[in-house]
């Protein structure tokens, strides 16, 4: 499996750095990605609140994902491949694809493909149950660190109170900083919430996906 692709650091630290050069990368791709493994989709209906920069991110990340897990040879990806370049939702894409496939290599039946099916099923699943804990990881590690710091503020006015007189200006100051903290860091949380949901959201649409297929070859061939 390829790390660079499944990267999670990608998703929830912000690398500043290289954000513009990304950007360009991708729209330069973007062609190229479409024409691989591309998953139908309608981002306004998976996104339950979260924006589409952050979901189109994660779904794009889950997509090249599974290009990555590509095995060599002929197995479930590429019969995934031809499917979505067709029509999932026709049982004549699968018999189509499985007679051409099988006629040119009898080894590709359908226990076969459905074995396969199930490999990328359960490395994406491995995947996600690393974003997902690293997601929660990174959450309590914020809200932990907001913890200590509205506790210390709390501190330090009781501390400043007694000494109202003298500090009053930096006791006004500490106090602002109280009022306003859940605000000021309302939008860092929201985000790794987001982005959690995103991974679930991601994980959901491209298992939903794989199970189509899959299904679709127990139906229809």
């Given at each position: 499996?390829?790390?660079?692709?499944?990267?999670?650091?990608?998703?929830?630290?912000q690398e500043n750095e290289h954000i513009e050069e990304e950007k360009n990368r991708n729209i330069e791709n973007n062609?190229?990605?479409?024409?691989?493994?591309?998953?139908?989709?309608?981002?306004?209906?998976?996104?339950?609140?979260?924006?589409?920069?952050?979901?189109?991110?994660?779904?794009?990340m889950y997509e090249k994902g599974f290009e990555s897990l590509n095995q060599q040879g002929y197995d479930f990806f590429?019969?995934?491949?031809?499917?979505?370049?067709?029509?999932?939702?026709?049982?004549?894409?699968?018999?189509?694809?499985?007679?051409?496939?099988?006629?040119?290599?009898?080894?590709?039946?359908?226990?076969?493909?459905?074995?396969?099916?199930?490999?990328?099923?359960?490395?994406?699943?491995?995947?996600?149950?690393?974003?997902?804990?690293?997601?929660?990881?990174?959450?309590?590690?914020?809200?932990?660190?907001?913890?200590?710091?509205?506790?210390?503020?709390?501190?330090?006015?009781?501390?400043?109170?007694?000494?109202?007189?003298?500090?009053?200006?930096?006791?006004?100051?500490?106090?602002?900083?109280?009022?306003?903290?859940?605000?000021?860091?309302?939008?860092?949380?929201?985000?790794?919430?987001?982005?959690?949901?995103?991974?679930?959201?991601?994980?959901?649409?491209?298992?939903?996906?794989?199970?189509?297929?899959?299904?679709?070859?127990?139906?229809?061939?």
């Open positions: 499996m390829s790390n660079q692709k499944f990267n999670w650091k990608g998703l929830f630290i062609t190229e990605l479409e024409s691989k493994t591309k998953f139908p989709q309608s981002i306004n209906s998976l996104n339950k609140g979260i924006s589409n920069e952050i979901l189109s991110k994660v779904i794009e590429e019969f995934f491949r031809a499917i979505m370049a067709t029509d999932p939702n026709n049982p004549q894409s699968y018999i189509m694809a499985y007679t051409m496939v099988n006629s040119m290599d009898n080894s590709i039946n359908k226990s076969f493909l459905l074995n396969s099916a199930d490999f990328y099923q359960k490395e994406i699943l491995k995947v996600y149950s690393k974003f997902d804990e690293e997601g929660k990881k990174a959450k309590n590690d914020l809200l932990e660190k907001q913890r200590s710091e509205k506790e210390k503020l709390k501190i330090d006015i009781e501390s400043l109170q007694s000494k109202i007189q003298i500090w009053q200006k930096e006791l006004e100051q500490k106090s602002k900083l109280l009022q306003n903290f859940d605000a000021d860091n309302f939008n860092s949380l929201q985000e790794i919430d987001q982005k959690i949901l995103a991974n679930d959201l991601s994980k959901e649409h491209i298992l939903q996906k794989i199970t189509q297929v899959s299904t679709g070859i127990n139906n229809h061939i």
